[in-house]
């Protein structure tokens, strides 16, 4: 017997919604470094409302016409992707119910689950037919991401009404840790809602398998975490966090963990303190050049 430590991000975007990479493409890229799960999770957006219909003639939702196609890319590459590096792929998708409220907006993870779901269902009827499933509902980025982007406050809002309709809640997302998440008391994941390679740094869940060594090999090879285990290890909080840097070594995984206390250090990194400076400068020359446009425009008038 032996345990190890394995790597997962459980909310990815590829090219069937509004991701850069295709899925064989995230699978190489996790597979290679090591990730012992992943999930792709594309957007399967409301068909009712204008931005749920507007994202559906761009092309950014998943829809009954390319759910089935997706399906079967995510059940052969998941075949694949335990062959070729031990890695299980989760097939899922974000049920996403976007307006131009903030705290009308709500992003739900369905992880491990095969049919489609009417994105256009209420929040406690999605998350049974999820469980239905045999799935897990986790709560996408529920507070400020941090981001200068659409923020999604509905479910935070009703946090005491929704405490057990999902399984779990995410505590980070990207390279943003959520104090407030961490100390509500909900259960928690951490991922990357990663969008484009340049966003594989970040926060990532960590599991902890326990095992036989693969045998038939003479080279010890990882071990393969079962969709059931982190089901249960989920739903019992048997996890844990870390901030995953890109150019790390293959075993980073086994060895670059972060204690819960260490966790604030990386807040508000060099690199995005640099381009809020940037984007305030650039602000400040656009005020500049209006102003002056105005007082000669209003003097010439
Ligand atoms: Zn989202
Ligand atoms: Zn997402």
Same mark, same amino acid.
Not at 31 to 43: E, P, Q, S, V
């Given at each position: 017997?032996?345990?190890?430590?394995?790597?997962?991000?459980?909310?990815?975007?590829?090219?069937?919604?509004?991701?850069?990479?295709?899925?064989?493409?995230?699978?190489?890229?996790?597979?290679?470094?090591?990730?012992?799960?992943?999930?792709?999770?594309?957007?399967?957006?409301?068909?009712?409302?204008?931005?749920?219909?507007?994202?559906?003639?761009?092309?950014?939702?998943?829809?009954?016409?390319?759910?089935?196609?997706?399906?079967?890319?995510?059940?052969?590459?998941?075949?694949?992707?335990?062959?070729?590096?031990?890695?299980?792929?989760?097939?899922?998708?974000?049920?996403?119910?976007?307006?131009?409220?903030? /705290?009308?907006?709500?992003?739900?993870?369905?992880?491990?689950?095969?049919?489609?779901?009417?994105?256009?269902?209420?929040?406690?009827?999605?998350?049974?037919?999820?469980?239905?499933?045999?799935?897990?509902?986790?709560?996408? /980025?529920?507070?400020?991401?941090?981001?200068?982007?659409?923020?999604?406050?509905?479910?935070?809002?009703?946090?005491?009404?929704?405490?057990?309709?999902?399984?779990? @809640?995410?505590?980070?997302?990207?390279? /943003?840790?959520?104090?407030?998440?961490?100390?509500?008391?909900?259960?928690?994941?951490?991922?990357?809602?990663? /969008?484009?390679?340049?966003?594989?740094?970040? @926060?990532?869940?960590?599991?902890?398998?326990?095992?036989?060594?693969?045998?038939?090999?003479?080279?010890?090879?990882?071990?393969?975490?079962?969709?059931?285990?982190?089901?249960?290890?989920?739903? $019992?909080?048997?996890?844990?966090?870390?901030?995953?840097?890109?150019?790390?070594?293959?075993?980073?995984?086994?060895?670059?963990?972060? $204690?819960?206390?260490?966790?604030?250090?990386?807040? @508000?990194?060099?690199?995005?303190?640099?381009?809020?400076?940037?984007?305030?400068?650039?602000?400040? $020359?656009?005020?500049?050049?209006?102003?002056?446009?105005?007082?000669?425009?209003?003097?010439?008038?």
């Amino acid at each position: 017997m032996k345990t190890q430590k394995i790597l997962a991000d459980l909310h990815l975007h590829s090219t069937f919604s509004d991701g850069k990479l295709t899925i064989p493409e995230i699978v190489d890229l996790f597979g290679k470094r090591g990730f012992g799960a992943i999930a792709i999770t594309d957007h399967l957006c409301e068909s009712a409302t204008f931005l749920g219909k507007a994202a559906g003639y761009l092309n950014q939702t998943l829809t009954p016409e390319t759910f089935p196609r997706y399906q079967a890319i995510l059940k052969s590459e998941a075949e694949r992707a335990r062959r070729e590096y031990g890695m299980l792929l989760i097939p899922g998708f974000e049920l996403t119910k976007n307006t131009i409220l903030n /705290h009308r907006s709500a992003h739900i993870l369905a992880l491990g689950v095969t049919s489609f779901i009417d994105a256009n269902l209420g929040i406690e009827e999605i998350c049974a037919e999820i469980r239905k499933q045999g799935g897990l509902s986790v709560a996408a /980025h529920p507070v400020s991401t941090r981001r200068l982007e659409k923020q999604t406050y509905f479910l935070w809002d009703r946090r005491d009404q929704f405490r057990e309709t999902f399984d779990a @809640w995410e505590v980070a997302s990207g390279r /943003h840790f959520f104090d407030e998440v961490a100390e509500s008391g909900l259960r928690l994941i951490a991922n990357s809602d990663m /969008h484009r390679p340049e966003q594989m740094e970040s @926060w990532k869940t960590v599991f902890t398998v326990r095992g036989p060594e693969t045998p038939g090999s003479d080279i010890p090879r990882p071990l393969f975490i079962t969709w059931d285990q982190i089901i249960s290890d989920v739903r $019992s909080q048997s996890v844990e966090f870390t901030y995953y840097r890109e150019g790390l070594p293959r075993v980073a995984r086994r060895t670059h963990m972060t $204690s819960p206390i260490r966790r604030r250090e990386l807040k @508000w990194p060099l690199k995005t303190r640099r381009k809020s400076m940037l984007m305030g400068l650039v602000a400040l $020359s656009l005020f500049a050049v209006g102003l002056v446009q105005w007082t000669f425009g209003f003097e010439r008038g």
